[in-house]
């Protein structure tokens, strides 16, 4: 099983909707979660950092954390095209550092 | 505030050569990690410095190796070059060393053939 698990997608959306993005990890002991958007041939862009159970907003970005269930996801309202890209969920842990573990991505495509 | 700069961008290298690729954090980042990405195996991390000393290191084999200078400054090089390593190459600078904001940079595309 991998560490850090996405579905691959494509997650296709019309304009203007939401956009729902999950990761499950399997390591309990995980501490910081992050959203990094990635478009084709750039790096990754972080987006949102999540460090406690709740909700936490910026923008048309929301982050959801449940460590019991350990999931964490990203909502994206309204979405527009220009939100066309692959989305990576990734993960820190307990005493080391800044090593992030990153799942395999989430495409997503937001048709006009 | 300039972002995390990488140097070079693109290269072709033939195998068996090696090469070495620079990153220079965000200014006041102490801690540099080095990521790779291939289609295949997605993003995987290598290595991480802070403070000029090596916290963690990923699963990769010992012709992947990294430094960082002083100033922050980090250099990562790869010996005997392999079809496999052909890749996107990520430096990624955070402030501190506890797993807070980690940007990254624009990546070298490394070639190798």
């Known amino acids: 099983q991998k560490e850090v698990e996405q579905n691959s997608g494509p997650l296709s959306v019309p304009e203007g909707a939401i956009a729902s993005l999950n990761c499950t990890y399997s390591?309990?002991?995980?501490?910081?979660f992050f959203w990094y958007r990635q478009y084709s041939g750039k790096s990754p862009e972080l987006i949102m950092s999540i460090y406690s159970n709740g909700d936490k907003e910026d923008g048309r970005f929301t982050a959801q954390l449940n460590k019991a269930s350990q999931y964490v996801s990203l909502l994206i309202r309204d979405s527009q095209p220009s939100d066309s890209a692959t989305y990576l969920c990734?993960?820190?842990?307990?005493?080391?550092?800044?090593?992030?573990?990153f799942g395999g991505g989430t495409r997503l495509m937001v048709k006009p | 505030k300039a972002g995390v700069t990488q140097t070079p961008r693109y290269l072709i290298k033939t195998r068996g050569q090696q090469v070495t690729l620079s990153c220079s954090p965000i200014?006041?980042?102490?801690?540099v990690s080095w990521y790779q990405q291939t289609p295949g195996q997605g993003l995987q991390f290598l290595f991480e410095?802070?403070?000029?000393?090596?916290?963690n290191k990923g699963n990769f084999p010992g012709r992947f190796s990294g430094r960082q200078f002083s100033n922050s400054r980090s250099e990562m090089n790869v010996s005997t070059l392999e079809l496999g390593d052909s890749a996107l190459y990520l430096c990624?600078?955070?402030?501190?060393?506890?797993?807070?904001?980690?940007?990254f940079g624009e990546g070298s595309w490394l070639t190798v053939v």
């Open positions: 390591d309990r002991v995980s501490q910081s």
């Open positions: 990624a600078s955070s402030p501190t060393g506890d797993g807070n904001t980690i940007y």
């Open positions: 200014s006041g980042h102490r801690s």
């Open positions: 990734a993960v820190t842990h307990n005493n080391a550092g800044n090593m992030l573990t």
């Open positions: 410095y802070f403070s000029e000393t090596q916290r």
